[in-house]
């Protein structure tokens, strides 16, 4: 498994970051005082604390990265084709499912009984994991994955519900860092028992199960919050709603008027239709659907891959754990440096995604060829690292433009769609009702799929730039970039996630 939590999976968490970095205005922020009172700072204090305790317990599951080695393992005695193309479809499946109600009944239920649900799906996972011995029940523990994926939007906006909206910023950083060292911190202990304690395969499951058990009691005793961001917004006002929603930028159309102030969700569902007309807001959603929708299926079978170059035939020498911490690390770092990079996006943009999704598919190639194990955990790690750097980027360009509860439908939207995108892709490669390509004939379909991508993307950088400086030469009015630099912000090899193997999905 690869923990996907902090692979920008918890957009909204993220987007929050971005909007304090951008600034209110004085209206906005008139606004913001009438829609939530001042919290006493020890009561919300202690909520703060108690959320990122259990946000960085949740992550420790230091069998995580062993389990698929573990199924391949003499105890499981599962065959790398099962794996493949009867256990792990499943996955995308079920995420594909379940996206859609959770989302809804995370805000519906004011985040709470989601949080639960998902403690319970992780103790059923690892139940399965150490009793269970047939496929279908294997399928059942990916089944469970789905829904612990999909709930983990619920931990990312729990935490503004908390406080109130000037310290959103403040609280996300929290958050976001007890979960980046949560999962690092499971994949180094994972690494440490299986390597110098000696911990079997699945005793290392049974450790995962008791922290995931602990995990579950710390669920139930989160407070409940008593509003939300769509449904149970209590303390907000119809014209202050109407007010956000057409807060956009000036290079696209502005929103159409709200008929139905009652309604700020069904409202919302409306002007998503101008979103697909501003071209920055276009470019970073396909980005988010087309590039993580790769980037999630490279997770969820690199373990597969990992097996098929370098069968492991003795505990000491599997080193899942501690090539899943060190991308983390270097996700986390590739993140953190995208906060200080300083050009004009809207000319740049597309030749920025391209060279960096260029870069993605060698590492791709070189994965799905070579037959060098520490070749194949140098290349994921800089894959995962690539793809890090442009998840603070994108969401930056497109949490600024939007409101707050604007920003979390469209990411949700593009969630959705990319997951839509992944199951058709698993369907026809990976599941046996399909093609059932073996692990390395699929990295080589990733090659050519994020190749495919890179020519897209190079040869839009090439429209714009050539109509850029033809309009200069030619005497018109360019549109003037002036370099945006982004704030800093807590995003994990993200998200981990998250959003993920990922923010922990199986491979």
């Given at each position: 498994m690869v923990d996907t939590t902090v692979d920008g999976d918890d957009v909204t968490q993220a987007s929050d970051d971005v909007k304090a970095a951008v600034g209110r205005s004085p209206e906005d922020a008139e606004k913001t005082t009438s829609q939530a009172?001042?919290?006493?700072?020890r009561t919300w204090g202690w909520s703060v604390i108690f959320l990122c305790f259990y946000g960085f317990m949740v992550q420790l599951k230091p069998g995580e990265p062993f389990v698929t080695p573990f199924l391949l393992s003499t105890e499981k005695n599962f065959t790398r084709e099962q794996i493949t193309n009867e256990v792990n479809p499943v996955l995308s499946y079920s995420h594909m499912v379940v996206l859609v109600p959770v989302f809804l009944l995370t805000d519906l239920l004011r985040y709470k009984p989601v949080l639960i649900l998902q403690s319970?799906?992780?103790?059923?996972?690892?139940?399965?994991?150490?009793?269970?011995?047939?496929?279908?029940?294997?399928?059942?523990?990916?089944?469970?994955?789905?829904?612990?994926m999909a709930a983990r939007v619920a931990y990312s906006s729990y935490i503004f519900s908390l406080v109130t909206p000037e310290l959103y910023q403040r609280v996300a950083s929290y958050s976001r860092s007890s979960v980046l060292l949560g999962v690092f911190t499971s994949s180094v202990l994972g690494q440490l028992l299986l390597s110098l304690g000696?911990?079997?395969?699945?005793g290392l499951s049974v450790v995962s199960l008791g922290l995931v058990s602990f995990g579950l009691l710390l669920s139930f005793c989160l407070p409940w919050p008593k509003r939300s961001l769509f449904f149970n917004r209590q303390l907000r006002q119809a014209a202050a709603s109407e007010a956000e929603l057409s807060r956009m930028k000036a290079d696209g159309p502005a929103p159409g008027s709200s008929s139905s102030p009652s309604s700020p969700f069904l409202q919302m569902l409306k002007e998503l239709r101008s979103v697909v007309q501003v071209p920055s807001l276009r470019l970073w959603s396909l980005w988010w659907v087309f590039n993580s929708t790769g980037y999630y299926l490279v997770l969820f079978y690199v373990h597969i891959l990992w097996d098929k170059v370098f069968p492991v035939s003795e505990n000491q020498r599997a080193y899942n754990g501690a090539v899943e911490a060190a991308s983390t690390l270097l996700g986390a770092m590739t993140s953190f440096a995208a906060g200080f990079v300083t050009i004009r996006w809207n000319l740049w943009s597309e030749l920025v995604i391209g060279l960096d999704t260029a870069l993605q598919a060698g590492l791709l190639l070189l994965m799905g060829t070579t037959n060098n194990i520490w070749v194949c955990y140098?290349?994921?790690?800089?894959?995962?690292?690539?793809?890090?750097?442009l998840v603070p980027i994108a969401t930056f360009q497109i949490a600024s433009s939007l409101s707050k509860e604007m920003c979390a439908l469209v990411f949700g939207v593009n969630t959705f769609l990319g997951t839509i995108l992944k199951t058709i892709i698993t369907l026809i490669i990976a599941d046996k009702r399909g093609l059932g390509l073996p692990v390395h004939s699929q990295?080589?379909?990733?090659?050519?799929y994020f190749g495919l991508l890179t020519?897209?993307?190079l040869a839009a950088a090439a429209y714009v730039i050539v109509r850029h400086y033809r309009s200069q030469r030619g005497g018109g009015v360019a549109e003037e970039a002036t370099p945006t630099e982004l704030s800093p912000m807590e995003m994990g090899p993200c998200e981990t996630d998250s959003l993920a193997n990922g923010a922990g999905t199986k491979a």
């Open positions: 009172p001042p919290k006493d700072p319970l799906s992780n103790v059923s996972i690892w139940l399965l994991l150490l009793l269970g011995s047939s496929l279908l029940e294997m399928q059942f523990m990916e089944f469970f994955y789905g829904i612990s000696g911990v079997s395969y699945s140098v290349a994921y790690s800089f894959f995962r690292g690539f793809y890090q750097f990295f080589l379909v990733y090659f050519f020519v897209l993307y």
